[in-house]
T-cell receptor, first 113, second 114 residues
Framework: EPEVTQTPSHQVTQMGQEVILRCVPI?????FYWYRQILGQKVEFLVS????????KSEIFDDQFSVERPDGSNFTLKIRSTKLEDSAMYFC???????????FGSGTRLTVV | DQQVKQNSPSLSVQEGRISILNCDYT??????FLWYKKYPAEGPTFLIS?????DKNEDGRFTVFLNKSAKHLSLHIVPSQPGDSAVYFC?????????????FGTGTRLTIIP
């Protein structure tokens, strides 16, 4: 069964450093998403991406965040200057057209120290 | 602004019995609802979904019921098995033919007692 692949599974970074979280969505999917889950809280939408541009972003997704699809297969989330409160599980997701078939990756645990 | 609520943070059910997980929503624009199962350190795994034009959808041991007037949905698992022990998230969206962000509830931790 097709999978959404995320790397690394765990990233530890110092506060103020830049991190890039990587995702390989399912190959025929067109819509790409990042979500995050702070420990013990609900999964929250960050950003959606379609046709090489951001479709929608949440209030969490401020100027410190950016997304890119650099080569037609990878989909990355960059945090320019990490803060302690950015520590969370970050999930990439993709879908072909609608919410049916929305598939999540296994996540990257980001720890900011 | 909790648009999707799961009021029971945890639920314990005997193996073989029925597990019923509940979810309420406030946004009447939501027209598609999904249930996800999540194990620790893994991403949410899709279980079952329902469109607002239906009131029931069944897939094997899993059935989702939707009561639009009450803005309530429930997931029934029959019979419950030990492997069903996980956190279950209800999610909702407004279908937009793509670009459908999901709004999640806070989750219910289901424990199946052997």
């Amino acid at each position: 069964e097709p999978e959404v692949t995320q790397t690394p599974s765990h990233q530890v970074t110092q506060m103020g450093q830049e991190v890039i979280l990587r995702c390989v969505p399912i190959s025929n999917h067109l819509y790409f998403y990042w979500y995050r889950q702070i420990l013990g809280q609900k999964v929250e939408f960050l950003v959606s991406f379609y046709n090489n541009e951001i479709s929608e972003k949440s209030e969490i997704f401020d100027d410190q965040f950016s997304v890119e699809r650099p080569d037609g297969s990878n989909f990355t989330l960059k945090i320019r200057s990490t803060k302690l409160e950015d520590s969370a599980m970050y999930f990439c997701a993709s879908t072909a057209a609608t919410a049916y078939g929305y598939t999540f990756g296994s996540g990257t645990r980001l720890t900011v120290v | 602004d909790q648009q999707v609520k799961q009021n029971s943070p945890s639920l314990s059910v005997q193996e073989g019995r029925i597990s019923i997980l509940n979810c309420d929503y406030t946004n009447s624009m939501f027209d598609y609802f999904l249930w996800y199962k999540k194990y620790p350190a893994e991403g949410p795994t899709f279980l079952i979904s329902i469109s607002s034009i239906k009131d029931k959808n069944e897939d094997g041991r899993f059935t989702v019921f939707l009561n639009k007037s009450a803005k309530h949905l429930s997931l029934h698992i029959v019979p419950s098995q030990p492997g069903d022990s996980a956190v279950y998230f209800c999610a909702a969206t407004t279908t937009n033919f793509g670009n459908e962000k999901l709004t999640f509830g806070t989750g219910t931790r289901l424990t199946i007692i052997p």
